[in-house]
């Protein structure tokens, strides 16, 4: 089920175009999880789509009823909610590594 699984996404004039590293994470991490979600794309210029979210930067991902933002706390989500599909970290030491960047 996608339907319920957004993701805000950096854009400029062309929509399909998103041009962000931070919000390239959060695809990525997505992509290795075979986890699908809708793009919602998202200018600069529009921060009360995302302020209901408790943030004001993009990467934001929907998942149903749960909200997160920034793309390491999105990997950590996904990593703890999706345990069954393909790891981010490959364990502690993996994730010990990627905290911080
Ligand atoms: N630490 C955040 C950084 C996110 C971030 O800076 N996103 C930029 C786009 S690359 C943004 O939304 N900027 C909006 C603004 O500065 O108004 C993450 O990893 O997600």
Sequence with gaps: MTASRKLFE??????ERVFSP????TRMALAHKDI???????????????APHQSDTVPVFIDGETSVADSWAIANYLEGTYPDRPSLFGGEGGRAMGAGC
């Design 22 to 25: 931070f919000c390239w994470r």
């Design 36 to 50: 699908k979600a809708e793009t919602i794309p998202w200018r600069f210029s529009e921060k009360d789509a995302i």
């Design 10 to 15: 950096l854009c400029g004039t062309e929509t």
